[in-house]
């Protein structure tokens, strides 16, 4: 290989910067040349990119989002799109692809290297965490810790006021960022897509709490959660069942995405960036780059797609000791 190019899709995430320096560094090391593509998928249809040098992704792996943008492309998704990106990476002699991004990302780049029968490797950069074959996504530890110190300032005013906090996190899908918040913030109950939780349980959980004496509360809701219709019509059950409790609703939204990488993620980006490239350079194709048990390793594109993430049920044991 002489040319490897890297692309970043779908949602941003904290640590891909990182990553992307550990692809351009790690092709320099290789007296190989980069080249990055602009807007995802977009510019590879559009033609949009940029050679990176050592010294063109110097001071970025401090900092959040993604270097290269991101976007996401419905023109990829068609046959023509993907034939008009094929035509450009022939044209700038493209010899192989790292896409970083989350389960979309991979099926457009699975469904690329298939058709035209070209090299790709995916590194998952997501928060939600859901991708199978990796016990860390980039960005999730990041927005682990965002979700956590908004949660503890939350609760500030909850106490202060005591006041019931319905504190919605991402994860439309999965649980994992509300799970883990949920016990290290201390949350009375979690509400994930995974654990259907029925509203009477939920206000006879909240009738106990206040029977034991407790005056301030903080619930952790994955947005995808089926408890209620929305976090909003949940809050408005709450105070109809239960009108002692003064109920407020918080939303994160894309403050989880945003910030400075964690010390965690700025390794793990550099780790999956150098293995990325050099899988590459080793005639594979069609992989994800994942960690387990402190390790990095290697999941077929297709089994990381489909595979589902299980939710620790542990967690969610040792959550209901810790709120007895």
Excluded at 13 to 28: D, F, Q
Excluded at 40 to 61: M, Q
Aim: net charge positive.
């Amino acid at each position: 290989m002489k040319n490897i190019a890297v692309l970043t899709s779908g949602g941003d995430s904290p640590g891909m910067n990182s990553a992307i320096r550990a692809v351009a560094r790690t092709c320099a090391h290789y007296n190989i040349k980069c080249t990055g593509i602009v807007r995802g998928y977009s510019g590879l249809i559009e033609n949009d990119t940029k050679n990176l040098y050592t010294r063109s992704v110097r001071g970025i792996i401090n900092r959040g989002g993604t270097f290269l943008y991101s976007a996401r492309s419905e023109q990829f998704k068609t046959n023509s799109g993907r034939a008009k990106a094929f035509e450009n990476i022939k044209a700038n002699e493209i010899d192989g692809l790292v896409v970083i991004g989350g389960d979309g990302s991979f099926t457009g780049g699975l469904k690329f290297s298939k058709e035209f029968n070209f090299p790709v490797i995916g590194i998952p950069g997501t928060i939600d965490n859901d991708l199978f074959g990796t016990s860390h996504t980039l960005g999730y530890d990041t927005a682990l810790n965002t979700a956590t110190e908004a949660i503890d300032k939350i609760r500030d005013t909850a106490i202060s006021h005591h006041r019931l906090f319905l504190v919605e996190v991402m994860g439309r899908d999965a649980g994992f960022i509300a799970l883990n918040t949920g016990l290290a913030i201390g949350a009375q109950e979690i509400l994930i897509p995974e654990v259907n939780m029925s509203s009477d349980n939920l206000i006879n959980s909240l009738k106990r709490s206040k029977s034991a004496g407790k005056t301030s509360t903080i619930i952790v809701v994955a947005e995808g959660d089926k408890t209620g219709e929305s976090v909003f019509q949940l809050a408005n059950m709450i105070e109809e069942k239960l009108p002692k409790y003064e109920v407020r609703v918080s939303v994160l939204g894309h403050m989880q995405r945003g910030g400075s990488p964690s010390c965690f993620d700025r390794v793990l980006g550099t780790q999956m960036g150098i293995t990325a490239v050099e899988s590459l350079l080793n005639g594979e194709s069609r992989v994800m780059i994942g960690i387990q048990n402190g390790k990095i390793n290697k999941t077929d594109l297709s089994k990381a797609i489909k595979g589902k993430s299980k939710i620790n049920k542990e967690l969610l044991r040792m959550s209901k000791i810790m709120n007895t």
